[in-house]
């Protein structure tokens, strides 16, 4: 449950408190990382230079798709959302590396930690920024249906559990004496927001080829047509799109060929508010057709 007003907590005022947030966790860990000198707490502080980054461009991005359609983008700019997808997944990869060869030097030439305490409790609080944060944000995500959204909350919970297991490392170091746990655990925090990086990237690219509609909003589409379904009106070609936080469908609708202009005009109308106030950020578009005629696609001319 979310418990603040959701009419606060727009894409542009998140994005800009992941601004601050990030500035301020950046600061923690570094703070930590020279007090203690460990490579742990320094890959979590290069984690968190990847969110100031990613959430400035999100910021960017956020402000662009808001912008309303014109001549040039008849469609609107939604997509904007997409690029820091991918863009905070590239940086996430670059981050990974970065750790992995600042921890395999690590390995080879172990260091003593320092300041163990200072260090942990400097992490603990950051991660309870970040987490709380990325709670919030994940909330907003679904209301307003934003990817960039979406994507910083997952980046901040993966800079949580990175957290996690750096603190652990450290923890272990302390217990046991042993200084290669230093590193192999920002190794391992490397693998995962490999992985992570990867999958948001994998994500943005599937948006930028216009993914269908989820199969939720698919249904509700379809519950919608059929209530309207009747001997005389049928329905078929049913094409959907994402484009941000926009969805569309294309669909034909059949009826009798006697029927006047004006009342399947009106018929039409109906369907197509009815669909839209079924699925919010929908856009229908519909073509009439006799009952008799049918539509087809496999002409070899359409797939050039």
């Known amino acids: 449950m979310n418990f603040f007003p959701t009419r606060f907590l727009t ?22 990382w020279y007090i203690t000198d460990s490579i742990g707490l320094l890959s979590d ?12 461009f999100a910021l960017l991005m956020v402000t662009i798709a808001q912008r309303p359609a014109d001549e040039e983008h008849p469609y609107g700019h939604h997509k ?26 690590r390995l080879i030439e172990p260091q003593p930690i320092q300041a163990v305490g200072w260090g942990l409790a400097l992490s603990i609080v950051s991660s309870a920024l970040n987490g709380l944060l990325a709670w919030v944000m994940f909330g907003a995500a679904k209301v307003h249906r934003s990817i960039a959204l979406d994507a910083d909350a997952r980046h901040l919970v993966t800079d949580v559990w990175t957290s996690v297991g750096v ?46 509609v989820e199969p939720e909003v698919l249904r509700q589409i379809q519950k919608t047509l059929d209530e309207f379904a009747h001997p005389t009106i049928r329905f078929d070609h049913v094409t959907t799109r994402r484009s941000g936080q926009r969805r569309f469908v294309d669909l034909h609708m059949h009826m009798p060929a006697s029927w006047s202009l004006g009342r399947a005009a009106a018929v ?37």
């Open 11 to 32: 894409p542009p005022r998140l994005l800009l408190a992941s601004v601050v947030v990030a500035i301020i966790t950046i600061t923690l860990k570094t703070w930590a």
């Open 45 to 56: 502080a290069m984690e968190s230079l990847v969110n100031l980054a990613s959430a400035i």
């Open 80 to 105: 904007a959302e997409y690029f820091s997808s991918g863009f905070e997944g590239v940086l996430i990869i670059a981050a990974a590396i970065a750790i992995v060869w600042a921890s395999v030097h």
């Open 167 to 212: 603190v652990v490392g450290i923890a272990g170091v302390a217990l046991t004496g042993w200084l290669w746990l230093d590193p192999v655990v920002a190794i391992g925090v490397a693998l995962n927001i490999l992985w992570e990086g990867g999958h948001l990237m994998w994500r943005s690219s599937q948006g930028l080829m216009d993914e269908a």
């Open 268 to 304: 039409r109308t109906s369907v197509e508010q009815a669909l839209m106030s079924a699925v919010q950020g929908l856009r229908a578009t519909i073509q009439l057709l006799p009952s008799d005629v049918e539509a087809h696609f496999d002409d070899s001319r359409d797939l050039i």
